[in-house]
């Protein structure tokens, strides 16, 4: 199947079939995700693998639900009619613009921002353009790729993997084709050829960013660690509490975010989350200075050669942050001596309380994180949660479900304050009180989480009835 989308390809017929460019991405991301995990479609002959594969796939039901949920409140949270919040709108936009764009951090080192759905081609047209000898990207062209720091990949071994089987490692092939097909119009300027602006139409800004890299014969370095870390480290580094205080401030910044843009409350949404947040602190801040150790890396490798010989490609959350570690010529080494440290991840099954632990991480994401990118953690950390022992597996399905229900993302809020602009009761009934149960369920508060005994309760007290 996919050498038919690969001829499409080189035979340009983009428009005269049925099949597009898209078409053919998508394909390709679900026959990788099928390959790499057949139990989800032809099942599997052991007992305990088909529990672990109905435990992943109701969980990530669930998860899926929540996120979409989260979604919704950031898109309401953008809808303004006042003129300040129009004001900020402008503003917003034109932060969007500079990193889409990209920024010069110095003479060699271009970094840009991306959203990693959209289809934003400005970053690989810049490579296009000025030909640099390496792209650093946040994300992999392929799972071998990604599946160590530092890796490297170029377009000679694309082109040597696809002379020995095309189908070893399907997106790999897929951009080298892509690159091989714009290489071959020798004839025209590749960014006003038909094939280019065809790409342009229908891909995300990832694939455009490979190709182009690979166009230039540039090196494409996988500057993040890989995702089973992130994740692992954001499920046992911190402590129970830390995680659960994490989890409380991104309940309470989204439901801030449901407030009117004037009301006080509202506009501290973003203050409240701290540096030393566990999400921020492990799946933001710690990315940030391993990539930017990345981008050090290529700049010296690179030596006394012309400018634009770097260009950077992260996600948006990270251009800030990617940009501050490397302008920051002080704390450089001390950043460099951490990032063996920050490269590694303990065994979920080695800490306490792995069940609980995966279950708040794994909400809190969903809070945060877009339903593809929950289908894609979920994917990352099915290993650790199938390898969990009865008791523990009970834990993580017992409060996978609790803390995905509304009652107990009140429950989080802290904030009294908060909670009373959110909350109206009829009468003198105090909803406060009504939590307080669950609230004392929370690590923060002593509590070991839900237990079999009180699920019961929280799904009655979830209902609601007229």
């Not at 989260?70 to 303004?80: G, P, Y």
């Not at 991306?114 to 030909?131: M, R």
């Not at 129970?240 to 975010?257: G, H, I, P, V």
Request: proline fraction near 2%; hydrophobic fraction near 35%; include cysteine.
């Amino acid at each position: 199947i996919f050498s038919r989308f690969l001829d499409k390809i080189s035979l340009h017929k983009f428009s005269s079939t049925g099949d597009t460019i898209i078409d053919m991405y998508q394909s390709l991301h679900a026959n990788t995700y099928r390959a790499t995990f057949p139990q989800h479609t032809c099942g599997t002959s052991s007992s305990s693998s088909r529990s672990s594969s109905s435990t992943f796939s109701s969980t990530l039901s669930s998860f899926r639900k929540n996120s979409l949920r989260a979604t919704c409140v950031h898109k309401r949270a953008l809808v303004s009619k006042s003129s300040s919040a129009s004001k900020r709108c402008v503003q917003r936009v034109t932060a969007e613009q500079t990193f889409q764009r990209g920024e010069a951090l110095d003479e060699k080192v271009t970094l840009f921002g991306i959203t990693h759905t959209q289809k934003e081609y400005e970053a690989a047209e810049f490579i296009l353009k000025s030909k640099p000898k390496f792209v650093v990207c946040e994300t992999a062209v392929s799972a071998g790729h990604g599946e160590q720091h530092g890796n490297v990949v170029m377009f000679e071994q694309g082109v040597q993997q696809m002379m020995i089987n095309p189908e070893l490692d399907e997106a790999l092939t897929f951009v080298t084709r892509l690159a091989a097909e714009m290489k071959s119009e020798v004839d025209k300027d590749v960014l006003v050829g038909d094939f280019w602006l065809s790409v342009r139409e229908q891909l995300p800004a990832e694939p455009m960013v490979y190709a182009a890299a690979m166009y230039v014969d540039a090196k494409i370095v996988f500057a993040d660690r890989p995702k089973r870390s992130t994740y692992g480290r954001l499920v046992t580094e911190p402590t129970l509490e830390e995680l659960d205080e994490a989890f409380s401030k991104q309940s309470e910044r989204n439901y801030r975010l449901l407030l009117p843009e004037s009301d006080k409350l509202r506009q501290e949404c973003d203050s409240i989350i701290s540096e030393n947040d566990a999400f921020q602190k492990y799946i933001i801040n710690e990315r940030d200075q391993i990539m930017t150790s990345s981008i050090r890396k290529c700049v010296t490798e690179c030596g006394g050669e012309s400018t634009d010989s770097v260009v950077a490609v992260v996600g948006a959350d990270h251009f800030e942050g990617v940009k501050k570690c490397y302008k920051d010529v002080f704390g450089a080494s001390e950043m460099e001596a951490k990032v063996s440290e920050l490269l590694e991840c303990k065994d979920v099954s080695s800490v306490d309380n792995p069940g609980l632990r995966l279950a708040i991480a794994l909400r809190m994401l969903g809070l945060r994180c877009s339903p593809d990118l929950i289908e894609d953690i979920m994917r990352s950390l099915e290993k650790d949660v199938a390898e969990l022992d009865d008791a523990e597996k009970e834990k993580y399905e017992l409060n996978s479900e609790a803390f995905g229900s509304t009652r107990m993302l009140l429950a989080l809020v802290d904030d009294r304050e908060v909670f009373d602009a959110m909350v109206a009761g009829v009468s003198k009934s105090d909803f406060w009180e009504r939590l307080a149960k669950f609230r004392n369920m929370r690590p923060k508060y002593g509590g070991n989480g839900m237990d079999e005994a009180n699920i019961n309760e929280l799904r009655l007290a979830s209902m609601v009835g007229f």
